[in-house]
Every structure is written in C-alpha cells, then in structure tokens.
C-alpha cells in the first residue's frame, strides 16, 4: 500500500509542478506557422512563449531596467559627495583630543 501513495504523491507533485511552468516552444529549425485565420508565417529557430509569459517576462525586464537605472544615478551622486569631502584639520585634530580626554576620564575613573 506504502509504494502506491508515495507514487501517486510524486505524480501529483510532478504535475502540478509541469502546469506551473510558463509555456514555451523551443524550435530549433526555421518553421512555418498557420495562423487560424490562413495566414502563413515563417519563423526562424528560437524560443517563442505565450502571451502571458511574455508579459511577466517584460514586467521584470522592465522593472530591473528602471531599478538599475535608479541605482546607477545614486551611485554617481554618492560618488561625487565623496569626492569633494575632505575633513578639515580642526575635525582631525578636535576627533584626536576628544577621544584622548575620553579615554583619559575613563581611566581614571576605575
């Protein structure tokens, strides 16, 4: 009874998992498609998907262009912050003594 339930929980899982994936025909010579209408059309070896694949597809494509265009443009302004920052002598030299003081009153008080 045992090999029967785990057979029929793996062709379930097989199948469900098959109608998940997008549809997509992978035609690897030249082809000619009829439409419904009688249209005849010559397509050239490649990959071909259905509407809404497709349409994912170029929602993502879309979105990571947009996203690395908007983190290109942050780097380049962060870039040029950094560039023209450079710390005084007054902040070097205030950071050295602040932080000798600290550590002096510390020390002395344990």
Excluded at 11 to 20: D, L, Q
Excluded at 68 to 82: H, P, Y
Aim: glycine share 10%.
């Amino acid at each position: 009874m045992r090999p029967r339930v785990i057979l029929a929980a793996l062709i379930i899982v097989a199948t469900s998992r098959a109608a998940a994936d997008p549809v997509h025909l992978h035609m690897r010579t030249p082809s000619t498609v009829t439409t419904e209408g009688g249209t005849t059309r010559q397509l050239p070896p490649g990959y071909f998907l259905d509407e809404e694949s497709y349409s994912k597809l170029d929602t993502e494509v879309r979105r990571l262009q947009e996203q690395e265009t908007r983190l290109g443009a942050e780097n380049r302004s962060l870039r040029g912050t950094l560039s023209s920052w450079q710390p005084g002598w007054l902040v070097v030299v205030g950071a050295v003594v602040g932080g000798a003081a600290l550590g002096f009153y510390v020390h002395s008080k344990l």
